[in-house]
């Protein structure tokens, strides 16, 4: 049971990880586009 959990935290983690990159992208492209 503990690798079914553990591999549940670490595709929880890696899912928080890639929506923040995401994020971060999408606000960086936002304010880069309105500088320019």
């Known amino acids: 049971m503990m ?3 553990m591999v549940a ?3 929880v983690i890696f ?3 890639y929506a923040f ?3 971060c992208e999408r606000v960086v492209d936002d304010k ?3 500088e320019q």
């Open 3 to 5: 690798d079914v959990y």
């Open 9 to 11: 935290a670490l595709a």
């Open 15 to 17: 899912g928080l990880f």
């Open 21 to 23: 990159a995401g994020w």
């Open 32 to 34: 880069g586009g309105k």
